[in-house]
């Protein structure tokens, strides 16, 4: 079994800037493509950008791209958002996600998902 835990969530002003990080355990297999998803209230859960195992390839939704930053860390298990320009719209609960790449990108599903860290813009 996978498990992912989030964290950073919080409370920002509009245009700041927040981390939210990632923690794997378990039995992540080598190859694995992690991303992160949100959900806004009312709202589908919406894609935003993932991250291959060599972080050779990165693919981000048009809403976040140049102002969202995903990197991860293989050797402590760990993939993080750096999130700038915050706005008022990017209030949701941020997932992570581990799958294959076609799982993630092409299917947007995952079998693996953390319990999501609440972010919160405020204007």
């Known amino acids: 079994q996978v498990s992912l835990v989030e964290s950073g969530g919080g409370l920002v002003q509009a245009g700041g800037s927040l981390r939210v990080s990632c923690a794997a355990s378990g039995r992540t297999f080598v190859g694995n493509t992690m991303a992160w998803f949100r959900q806004a209230p009312g709202k589908e859960r919406e894609f935003l950008a993932a991250i291959s195992w060599s972080g050779a390839n990165i693919f981000y939704s048009d809403s976040v791209k140049g102002r969202f930053t995903i990197s991860r860390d293989n050797a402590k298990n760990m993939m993080y958002l750096d999130m700038n320009s915050l706005k008022p719209e990017d209030t949701a609960v941020y997932s992570c996600?581990?799958?294959?790449?076609?799982?993630?990108?092409?299917?947007?599903?995952?079998?693996?998902w953390g319990q999501g860290t609440q972010v919160t813009v405020s204007s």
């Open positions: 996600a581990l799958d294959t790449w076609s799982s993630i990108i092409d299917r947007r599903q995952s079998r693996y």
